[in-house]
């Protein structure tokens, strides 16, 4: 009978055993048994995601808070009959609209990319017959056949490998490519452990194979990644729950406003129900800031671009501003923190020591002994050369590019030869290889034979530490040949496993000229210990540096990988992250309840050999603790925690496709140095949108309020419904929209992250709303009055209170620049040309509004007298002033009686 396949512990069992529960043997199925269980357990494929069609995709767009408000100020406009106006919030709905529309399209790729991963044929044994099918033809007890290039079509269970090595990087994280046995392993070893197993989607580097498939499709290790990737849902950015809080309570007081305005002014006053219906329309149109959603969304625009200058793609609008909130990064190792590319970073002699400097596969470094850098003695030369000849890679550079041809670690060796000064090309030539033992995970080593140019025959062997120190019997000395200290080499080789290194023997051993062939016998014993090579995937510069900017803006990074632990532990000591003894692996989370889990992401920076459900649960973790949390990665094992992380940051460079699909952001440039570029544009757009919000909300106010205040009066209008969306329309689309340009402040990455819950409007702006709209309506409303007491005509008395009312705009611009730090310096006043080409464009606007005909016959305007506009000018000029001193109080007293100049976010003084 014919075991379940969506066991998961094949692992455990012996080769021999699994071929038996899956009634198959070593000459395969027969095609009948293949037909039979093609029909019972389906075709080795990825079940396609069900898509939306076009046309609901494209009104699926239309879901969302910032459309919802721009809908509704379009109608209000267009039932005003303002075409031009509603034009331009409709082009905003509709471009915003696409945008989505074809962003979704893009990101229904993930599972698709998933499926591409598995190639569409595979090599099997039918009927005893060699054969080749259709990969989605695959059925569980299949015999594959596995050589150098392939990708595993299905998760095979090893029956013979020979030197077979498997790159799962993609998958795991490990960043060598893995040996492979046939040996069964712990039934609770972790999916990097599991040696005997080849995984789908995973590709063959080197040597060959074959093994039984035990799992297809969704019961597959990248089947399971995929099912949770679709129920991973797709989370509602901060700023748009943000958003949709702000949009109801906005409504529901511009609503009450308006009908508590109405029903005074009819009860308490003797206004006609038409005037105090054109009022309430009027006081809609200018509490609504309908120019907000168009601005929020053009911010985000230019964010996008921004980051695009920075390497940073963006996919999804809203996620721009959700950078700025980041309170965590968690970030996969290989690729991402490190090169992804093995280097020897130490070299263990007789005699001393050696580091090796240098980045990934460049070819130049220098060695360094007891922090002075020397040249290479003749034994460490002779090393670098039995590295470089007993070795089957080989690189090919075209400029600043390198195409690698093996196993990153043979190629890494190529590299130390290379910092010694040899030449490979010469080197092979000089010393031919007559004959090899390839390395097996059986024996442990590899070995060749060379004819060397003086016509003498060498035997180079280079494997596992312990294995090669048991074939050897002496050691190199920088004096010649010694005696070997099997207690100093033991001790060399602990230290650099503690240092997170792979480490590599290297021996000699010189035979008999005019030998042709080499057998096991040769290499038993009797060899001469070289040395040891440390090697390991080093981690980026930039990305050290960058790690060092999270934690001064108060973000912590930590690493989650499926990597060795103690090669993890070492790299995050390096770069900062944990202190390279306190770690966790994925086993050992499994013991965790929730709150210990809970305890653990909080107190802990770097978790290992985790598997792709470890990541998803940790950035779950982290989330549930109210973190604001960003995934790096760039393989297939991260894209669900990608896509779970309020930010998904993936590679572009060396990421897979899936990651790519799964993230909001891919670096063009695989640099964990745009990430923290990318968090300080994510925090200045946030920024700029509340020194927004700031403007547009008193301004808004303001012309609200003047109505009020004339209804509660009982007066005439200072400013009619019409000339109010004047007011909105000319100063929405310059004037707030200047503030979407400035640049990032100082000191923006030296603040700690904004509080989570945060609201988009502050006790601090609530307060600076009200102060500034009532500077707003005394100025503008006094000024009309007096007017009117100097009998003044009422279209030119209302002439200058619109003059007025935008001049307090245009003034109350250059306040907003800072938040609460001065402006009245060259750096406030000029350091933002969009800011006075907005006033000096806005100035135009009024000079026609106030002079030319049509616009008087339009809007009921008057000419005005040099003398109206210097009252004017005075009056509205006040604000300038007083928010200056405003925010000097606050600067003094509102944040802890500090009197520093730089610029202090709302939210420290709303906690003081």
């Known amino acids: 009978m014919i075991r379940n396949v969506t066991d998961t512990n094949w692992h455990a069992r012996s080769a021999k055993a699994v071929l038996s529960e899956f009634a198959s043997d070593l000459g395969g199925l027969s095609q009948a048994e293949v037909e039979r269980r ?22 699926i767009q239309f879901y969302n808070v910032l459309i919802y408000v721009l809908l509704a100020a379009g109608l209000v406009t267009l039932l005003l009959g303002e075409w031009v106006d509603s034009g331009v919030i409709f082009a905003v709905v509709l471009i915003n609209t696409l945008v989505g529309f074809t962003q979704e ?39 594959v056949l596995q050589e150098p290039g392939d990708r595993v079509p299905a998760d095979l269970r090893l029956l013979a490998a020979r030197n077979l090595h498997i790159d799962e990087a993609a998958l795991t994280g490990e960043s060598a490519p893995v040996d492979k046995s046939i040996e069964p392993v712990a039934v609770d070893a972790m999916l990097g452990d599991r040696r005997c197993l080849a995984f789908s989607g995973t590709l063959v580097t080197t040597g060959h194979g074959r093994g039984v498939v035990v799992a297809t499709g969704l019961t597959t290790e990248l089947g399971q ?14 700023l748009l729950q943000k958003l949709a ?58 964010g996008v ?3 695009a200058r920075h390497r940073a793609i963006v996919r999804r609008l809203p996620a721009v501003e959700t950078l700025g909130s980041v309170t965590v990064i968690c970030s996969d190792k290989t690729g991402t923190l490190t090169r992804n590319e093995m280097m020897v970073q130490a070299v263990a002699m007789a005699d001393a020591v050696y580091q090796v400097s240098g980045s990934g596969y460049g070819g130049r470094g220098e060695f360094r002994c007891r922090d002075t850098q020397v040249e290479p003695a003749p034994h460490l030369v002779e090393l670098a050369r039995a590295a470089l000849l007993c070795n089957d890679a080989s690189l090919t550079r075209r400029g600043a590019q390198v195409q690698l041809s093996g196993d990153p670690m043979e190629a890494a060796l190529v590299v130390l030869g290379e910092k010694a000064g040899l030449a490979p090309d010469q080197e092979r030539r000089c010393g031919p290889r007559l004959d090899a033992i390839p390395f097996d995970t059986v024996h442990r080593f590899m070995a060749t034979l060379h004819c060397t140019s003086a016509g003498e025959a060498l035997i180079l062997v280079k494997g596992a530490p312990e294995r090669v120190l048991a074939m050897c019997e002496f050691q190199r000395g920088q004096g010649g040949e010694e005696p070997l200290d099997s207690v100093y080499w033991q001790t060399r080789i602990d230290a650099f496993a503690r240092q997170g290194l792979r480490v590599l023997a290297l021996a000699v051993r010189p035979v008999a000229p005019g030998r042709t062939e080499l057998g096991f016998a040769d290499v038993e014993t009797g060899l001469t210990l070289l040395g040891l090579v440390g090697l390991i995937d080093p981690p980026r510069e930039e990305a050290i540096a960058a790690v060092r900017a999270c934690r001064a803006a108060g973000i912590r990074v930590k690493m989650i990988t499926g990597d060795h632990a103690v090669t993890a532990a070492a790299i995050g000591q390096v770069m900062g992250i944990g202190d390279g003894r306190n770690y966790l692996t994925g086993s050992e989370l499994d013991g965790l309840d929730e709150t210990a889990l809970s305890e653990a992401v909080a107190n802990i920076d770097v978790f290992a050999r985790v598997s792709p459900a470890h990541k998803l649960y940790l950035v779950r973790a982290l989330q549930a603790r109210g973190e604001v949390a960003a995934m790096t990665g760039d393989g297939v094992n991260d894209a669900p925690a990608l896509k779970q992380a309020d930010i998904g940051v993936a590679m572009g460079l060396k990421g ?55 209804i509660a009066l009982g007066t005439l209008l200072p400013i009619t419904a019409v000339q109010i969306l004047w007011v909105n329309m000319i100063t929405a689309v310059t004037l707030a929209l200047a503030l979407t340009f400035e640049p990032a402040e100082a000191d923006a990455m030296a603040r700690p992250p904004r509080a989570v819950n945060e609201p988009l409007v502050t006790r601090y702006m609530a307060w600076r709303t009200a102060y500034v709209a009532l500077l707003m309506v005394v100025g503008t409303f006094g000024l009309f009055l007096w007017e009117r007491s100097q009998g003044t005509p009422i279209d030119t008395a209302r002439t200058i209170a619109v003059n007025t009312l935008v001049l307090f705009e245009m003034f109350y611009l250059i306040n907003s620049r800072y938040l609460t730090a001065p402006v009245l310096n060259r750096a406030g006043l000029t350091g933002n040309r969009i800011v006075l080409w907005a006033i000096a464009l806005v100035v135009l606007f009024q000079l026609a509004f106030t002079y030319f005909g049509g616009m008087q016959a339009l809007f009921g305007s008057a000419g005005l007298a040099a003398t109206d506009w210097l009252r004017s000018v005075l009056v509205s000029g006040s604000v300038l002033v007083l928010v200056e001193l405003e925010k000097l109080a606050m600067r003094r007293f509102g944040a802890g009686g500090s009197s520093r100049s730089t610029s202090i976010s709302a939210s420290q003084i709303d906690s003081s």
């Open 38 to 59: 093609l029909y019972q357990y389906g075709s080795n494929r990825l079940p396609a995601a069900p898509r939306r069609r076009p046309l609901k995709r494209f009104l």
């Open 105 to 143: 399209g893009k990101a229904e790729q993930a599972l698709a990319a998933i499926r591409d991963m598995v190639l569409p044929q595979a090599t099997v044994l039918r009927d005893g017959q060699r054969v080749t099918v259709a990969a989605e033809a695959l059925v569980p007890g299949d015999v």
């Open 225 to 238: 990644i995929s099912g949770m990737l679709a129920e991973v849902p797709t989370l509602v950015t901060p």
């Open 245 to 302: 809080r702000f949009g109801r309570w906005l409504t529901a007081l511009i609503l009450i406003a308006a009908a508590a305005t109405f029903t005074f002014g009819w009860w308490l006053r003797d206004y006609t129900l038409a005037e105090l219906f054109m009022v309430a329309v009027g006081l809609a149109v200018a509490a609504i800031p309908e120019g907000l959603p168009a601005i929020i969304t053009i911010t985000l625009a230019l």
């Open 305 to 307: 671009q921004r980051m």
């Open 656 to 710: 897979t496709e899936v990651a790519k699909e799964a993230a909001e952001i891919v670096l063009a440039d695989d640099n964990f140095a745009s990430i923290e570029r990318a968090v300080e544009e994510g925090r200045t757009i946030y920024n700029n949108l509340k020194k927004t919000i700031l403007f547009i909300l008193p301004t808004s106010a303001a012309e609200a309020l003047v109505l009020i205040a004339a």
